[in-house]
């Protein structure tokens, strides 16, 4: 039996197809189809886990799928509801649709492309204007934000090198999130990120392609360390991120199962966030499919800041995107010695 998220990549090939076919696209399926995921991620982060755990399958519909997941989280985090979600939702979905008007061979090339070849795949933000005007011709909203997708704050997107505000926030949230997706999933040319690898490569080295605050909603909403993660911790124990907190997103609620921690105690769940003497050291596996219970939402930050036990100074640390950078360096480099 095929499980929610191949019936949803199922439905996103009918729609690649339909392109290729020069039909119209199945609107008020995708339509359906991002209404589920919005209602998915308001009671559980199943759908988040999936999506971050390198799920098979062509990597141009993953990726419809993944942003559109991905994206509908973040936004969650900024605030977005109502219409306002669906619509983030469904751009997610057809964010790229118009790569598919693209000749599969050149999608496919391994090789190094031309500049012509470059210029006609950086035509397809056009492209997916025209195929959702197409079956549509009252979603200019959609069709603008398809069109912006790869556009960036600095002005050094495409195809019209938009800059800052005058790029739709949808897009903006798209086009992060789409780069954060190619990061954690395998490529033909390298291999998948863990995800705390993916969210220093975007913090140092996307600072001025997307806004501040929708890099931080990333971060706070995905966590360096998501759901179905797991990792070691500088106590030795290995165990599974199972909840997150969202303010502070380099310490998760980790279960520590009493095999992996080589003694006779019981499997219990320690909030790294109450625990400032104890951290994660390490990812030894991304996210994995059925480690995290249906129902696992993302937990609020604590009440009371008595509980945690440090100061004032190292709350501020934990909120710092530039501390995040930093510890995320020290992770990255200590592997690498390992290695």
Not at 97 to 115: D, H, M, N, Q, W
Not at 165 to 182: K, W
Request: charge should be negative; charged fraction near 20%; glycine fraction near 6%.
């Amino acid at each position: 039996m095929k499980t929610w998220y191949e019936r949803a990549i199922q439905s996103l090939n009918e729609a690649a197809l339909a392109v290729q076919e020069r039909n119209n696209i199945p609107i008020r399926s995708l339509e359906s189809l991002a209404s589920n995921i919005v209602a998915s991620l308001h009671e559980t982060d199943e759908l988040v886990v999936e999506a971050l755990s390198g799920p098979p399958g062509s990597p141009l519909l993953t990726n419809l799928l993944n942003v559109s997941i991905l994206g509908t989280r973040v936004g969650i985090g900024l605030g977005y509801y109502g219409d306002e979600l669906h619509r983030l939702a469904l751009a997610g979905l057809v964010h790229d649709i118009g790569l598919f008007a693209v000749p599969t061979e050149l999608l496919s090339k391994s090789g190094r492309l031309t500049p012509e070849e470059r210029t006609l795949i950086e035509q397809h933000p056009e492209r997916g204007v025209e195929i959702i005007l197409q079956c549509d011709p009252t979603l200019h909203w959609l069709a603008q934000v398809t069109c912006q997708a790869h556009e960036r704050w600095n002005g050094r997107g495409y195809p019209h090198r938009l800059k800052g505000r005058q790029i739709h926030e949808i897009a903006q949230i798209c086009g992060l999130v789409d780069v954060f997706d190619a990061l954690v999933s395998e490529r033909p040319y390298r291999p998948r990120l863990f995800p705390h690898e993916a969210v220093k490569e975007l913090l140092v080295t996307e600072r001025t392609t997307f806004p501040r605050e929708i890099l931080k909603a990333l971060v706070e909403q995905l966590s360096v360390y998501p759901l179905g993660t797991t990792v070691r911790l500088t106590t030795g124990a290995v165990g599974v991120v199972v909840k997150i907190n969202s303010r502070y997103p380099l310490r998760p609620v980790v279960k520590v199962t009493a095999e992996e921690r080589g003694d006779d105690a019981q499997s219990h769940e320690l909030d790294l966030s109450r625990t400032p003497l104890i951290a994660v050291l390490e990812t030894l596996k991304p996210p994995v499919v059925g480690q995290v219970q249906v129902g696992t939402v993302l937990s609020r930050p604590p009440v009371s800041s008595a509980t945690i036990g440090v100061s004032d100074h190292f709350t501020s640390l934990l909120e710092s995107l530039d501390a995040i950078t930093s510890t995320l360096q020290a992770v990255v480099d200590t592997q690498k010695r390992q290695s």
